[in-house]
Nanobody, 123 residues
Framework: QVQLVESGGGLVQAGGSLRLSCAAS????????MGWFRQAPGKEREFVGV????????RYADSVKGRFTISRDNAKNTIDLQMNHLKPEDTAVYYC????????????????WGQGTQVTVSS
């Protein structure tokens, strides 16, 4: 089992940057693909990005490609989401999640979720 705790959210102006972190408990962290999702008020939770177990591959939603970067440190049991050139439409609660699937963008294939951290981008 994996427990996930996000941090780093906050209020930022459009064009600014934020770095979210997700700390994981459990000795099996390196066996999970790790994803970031977000959910805005009144909308469904949506895929942001995913990184494979070995950190060799990443995939991003088109809406964040070129602006967001995921990294992970299996020795420290952490993953980060660096968000640059933020836009008001990036405002949402951001969640990290763990999946036993190799490389998935589907919410349904993630087994463990953090509690979320709020990101608000002002125009």
């Amino acid at each position: 089992q994996v427990q996930l705790v996000e941090s780093g959210g906050g209020l930022v102006q459009a064009g600014g940057s934020l770095r979210l972190s997700c700390a994981a408990s459990g000795r099996t962290f390196s066996t999970y693909a790790m994803g970031w999702f977000r959910q805005a008020p009144g909308k469904e939770r949506e895929f942001v990005g995913v990184i494979t177990r070995s950190t060799s591959s990443t995939r991003y939603a088109d809406s964040v490609k070129g602006r967001f970067t995921i990294s992970r440190d299996n020795a420290k049991n952490t993953i980060d989401l660096q968000m640059n050139h933020l836009k008001p439409e990036d405002t949402a609660v951001y969640y990290c999640a763990a999946s036993t699937a190799v490389f998935t963008t589907s919410v349904k294939q993630y087994d463990y979720w953090g509690q979320g951290t709020q990101v608000t981008v002002s125009s």
